[in-house]
């Protein structure tokens, strides 16, 4: 079994930047690549952006692209999700996913693992 807890969520102004990090802990031969997740209130969970395992390949959604940057440390067994220039409607519960292949998808199926989220907030 392998888990995944998110942490660097919180409250932070328009304009304004939030690290998130994903810590993979237990089994973490069950992952490889990792990927972000967002849902806002009412609206269906998104993809925003997915890294491979050897971090060579990245993918990043249309809406945050050139403002969100996905990273991680395998030595560390932690996938970080850089946010800058936050918006109010980027207001979301934030989620890291584990996906059994090595390439991330934009899609929920494949991914094996998902953490709790972590709120993000974004005040105008």
């Known amino acids: 079994q392998v888990t995944l807890v998110e942490s660097g969520g919180g409250l932070v102004q328009a304009g304004g930047s939030l690290r998130l990090s994903c810590a993979i802990s237990?089994?973490?031969?069950?992952?490889?690549?990792m990927a972000w997740f967002r849902q806002s209130a009412g609206k269906e969970r998104e993809f925003v952006s997915g890294?491979?395992?050897?971090?060579?390949?990245?993918d990043v959604a249309e809406s945050v692209k050139g403002r969100f940057f996905v990273s991680r440390d395998n030595a560390k067994n932690e996938a970080y999700l850089e946010m800058d220039i936050l918006r109010p409607e980027e207001t979301a519960v934030y989620y890291c996913?584990?996906?059994?292949?090595?390439?991330?998808?934009?899609?929920?199926?494949?991914?094996?693992?998902w953490g709790q989220g972590t709120q993000v907030t974004v005040s105008s």
């Open positions: 237990g089994r973490t031969d069950y992952v490889a690549a």
């Open positions: 890294i491979s395992y050897n971090g060579g390949y990245t």
């Open positions: 996913a584990g996906h059994a292949r090595n390439y991330p998808s934009q899609s929920e199926e494949g991914y094996t693992a």
